[in-house]
């Protein structure tokens, strides 16, 4: 399924807001309330696709087996994931297209907390699987919170080909909590094979707009937009608020936290007066990206190939006042791997990867937190490393 054909596409708002209002106990995790009260869940999707809802989204974004430990359904993802798929495709009608929703990852956002990135990429993976034998269309990886998450999650469905769609929730000044921007993580899904990428949660619709204006310029993918409403905000008022946001380029639209259907019903009877903006597609330029910034360069001088010794933190540093604008890091095995990652966010430029065997490179690629160069002249055979490189959505040059 290509998610383009189904622009402009509408989204549900089911939320645990909406549960909780439903008498779901607050303190009370919603993907394990849900099995024990499966007639409210379909009750609340149904009345979303009434309201205009095209798709409607899975109860799973919590389901994964790292936010499932200490709970009864520990070492039962499989079987809670297939369980809500299910109450999910009871709610279904003709025409409306189930999401497999992914979300936080369980672990903290604490840099020095999280898990190896193959792990974190293994965890998503698992509960996408479980998705796709359930029968879901697309996935749905909503609120996430890092470029690292979303590099994750997006790897880990685009491997059971199903299209993947990835929002990252903002702060208040436009950045992940990370402090990675939304460019940053436009260029890098993109080019990873994401099949749209944008915003939800984010209550600062002006924000968002302003976001979306600078994004649809560069994007060659649909742009999603799904604000949370707060409850001072009327249906009227919310769908009002998305005008910008639809005149912005957004083609994927929605409420999140807040959202009932009356916001939907209101948002529907507006949205079908905007035709989505054609991204502007890839310009003259390569584009890069890492956790530190995104670079759109016409040209591309290589450094010098910089070794990965102990002092590489300061080589970063100290390098990024010389003429090349991009540097080049020589990689000679996965102990140089290991160091080129722990110290990677210290440069504040784009980075073009030598590796000395296909193994390096690919590791390298897997973690790298961004869109980085393969240097053509890497003593890899040509052929398996520019496989490799599309892989990971890497430029060869």
Same mark, same amino acid.
């Given at each position: 399924?290509?998610?383009?054909?189904?622009?402009?596409?509408?989204?549900?708002?089911?939320?645990?807001?909406?549960?909780?209002?439903?008498?779901?106990?607050?303190?009370?995790?919603?993907?394990?309330?849900?099995?024990?009260?499966?007639?409210?869940? #379909?009750?609340?999707?149904?009345?979303?696709?009434?309201?205009?809802?095209?798709? #409607?989204?899975?109860?799973?974004?919590?389901?994964? $087996?790292?936010?499932?430990?200490?709970?009864?359904?520990?070492?039962? &993802?499989?079987?809670?994931?297939?369980?809500?798929?299910?109450?999910?495709?009871?709610?279904?009608?003709?025409?409306?297209?189930?999401?497999?929703?992914?979300?936080?990852?369980?672990?903290?956002?604490?840099?020095?907390?999280?898990?190896?990135?193959?792990?974190?990429?293994?965890?998503?993976?698992?509960?996408?699987?479980?998705?796709?034998?359930?029968?879901?269309?697309?996935?749905?990886?909503?609120?996430?919170?890092?470029?690292?998450?979303?590099?994750?999650?997006?790897?880990?469905?685009?491997?059971?080909?199903?299209?993947?769609?990835?929002?990252?929730?903002?702060?208040?000044?436009?950045?992940?909590?990370?402090?990675?921007?939304?460019?940053?993580?436009? &260029?890098?899904?993109?080019?990873?094979?994401?099949? $749209? &990428?944008?915003?939800?949660?984010?209550?600062?619709?002006?924000?968002?707009?302003?976001?979306?204006?600078?994004? &649809?310029?560069?994007?060659?993918?649909?742009?999603?937009?799904?604000?949370? @409403?707060?409850?001072?905000?009327?249906?009227?008022?919310?769908?009002?608020?998305?005008?910008?946001?639809?005149?912005?380029?957004?083609?994927?639209?929605?409420?999140?936290?807040? $959202?009932?259907?009356?916001?939907?019903?209101?948002?529907?009877?507006?949205?079908?007066?905007?035709?989505?903006?054609?991204?502007?597609?890839?310009?003259?330029?390569? $584009?890069?990206?890492?956790?530190?910034?995104?670079?759109?360069?016409?040209?591309?001088?290589?450094?010098?190939?910089?070794?990965?010794?102990?002092?590489?933190?300061?080589?970063? #540093?100290?390098?990024?006042?010389?003429?090349?604008?991009?540097?080049?890091?020589?990689?000679?095995?996965?102990?140089? @791997?290991?160091?080129?990652?722990?110290?990677?966010?210290?440069?504040?430029?784009?980075?073009?990867?030598?590796?000395?065997?296909?193994?390096?490179?690919?590791?390298?690629?897997?973690?790298?937190?961004?869109?980085?160069? @393969?240097?053509?002249?890497?003593?890899?055979?040509?052929?398996?490393?520019?496989?490799?490189?599309?892989?990971?959505?890497?430029?060869?040059?």
């Amino acid at each position: 399924m290509d998610i383009k054909d189904r622009l402009p596409l509408l989204l549900d708002g089911a939320t645990a807001t909406n549960l909780i209002k439903a008498g779901m106990p607050p303190d009370m995790c919603a993907e394990l309330w849900m099995p024990e009260h499966p007639e409210t869940f #379909i009750a609340l999707q149904k009345e979303f696709i009434a309201a205009g809802s095209g798709a #409607i989204l899975t109860p799973t974004g919590g389901a994964n $087996a790292q936010r499932l430990r200490g709970t009864p359904y520990e070492g039962r &993802v499989w079987e809670l994931n297939e369980l809500l798929c299910d109450i999910s495709k009871e709610a279904l009608s003709e025409g409306v297209l189930l999401g497999g929703s992914l979300s936080f990852s369980g672990f903290s956002n604490d840099p020095s907390e999280q898990p190896e990135f193959r792990h974190l990429a293994e965890l998503y993976r698992e509960q996408a699987v479980v998705l796709k034998a359930s029968g879901v269309d697309f996935l749905y990886a909503e609120s996430i919170m890092s470029l690292s998450q979303a590099r994750a999650v997006t790897l880990a469905g685009r491997s059971t080909g199903l299209p993947v769609l990835v929002a990252v929730w903002l702060d208040s000044d436009g950045y992940l909590p990370s402090g990675t921007s939304f460019l940053s993580c436009l &260029v890098t899904l993109e080019a990873l094979g994401a099949a $749209a &990428v944008g915003i939800n949660c984010t209550e600062d619709t002006a924000m968002i707009a302003e976001i979306l204006r600078e994004a &649809v310029a560069v994007s060659e993918i649909p742009l999603i937009a799904k604000p949370g @409403v707060s409850e001072q905000t009327d249906a009227d008022s919310f769908a009002e608020s998305m005008r910008p946001l639809l005149k912005s380029g957004a083609g994927i639209v929605g409420g999140c936290c807040g $959202a009932a259907p009356e916001h939907i019903a209101a948002l529907k009877k507006i949205l079908w007066e905007y035709t989505p903006t054609e991204p502007g597609g890839a310009g003259d330029y390569t $584009a890069l990206a890492s956790e530190n910034g995104v670079w759109f360069l016409q040209d591309i001088l290589l450094s010098d190939p910089i070794e990965c010794g102990f002092s590489l933190a300061d080589i970063l #540093i100290d390098r990024e006042d010389e003429e090349a604008n991009v540097l080049r890091i020589r990689l000679t095995g996965l102990e140089d @791997v290991e160091r080129f990652i722990e110290n990677i966010h210290m440069s504040n430029m784009p980075i073009a990867l030598h590796a000395e065997d296909l193994e390096t490179l690919e590791m390298a690629l897997l973690c790298y937190p961004g869109r980085a160069i @393969v240097d053509i002249s890497s003593p890899v055979d040509e052929t398996r490393l520019r496989i490799t490189a599309a892989k990971y959505g890497a430029v060869v040059y």
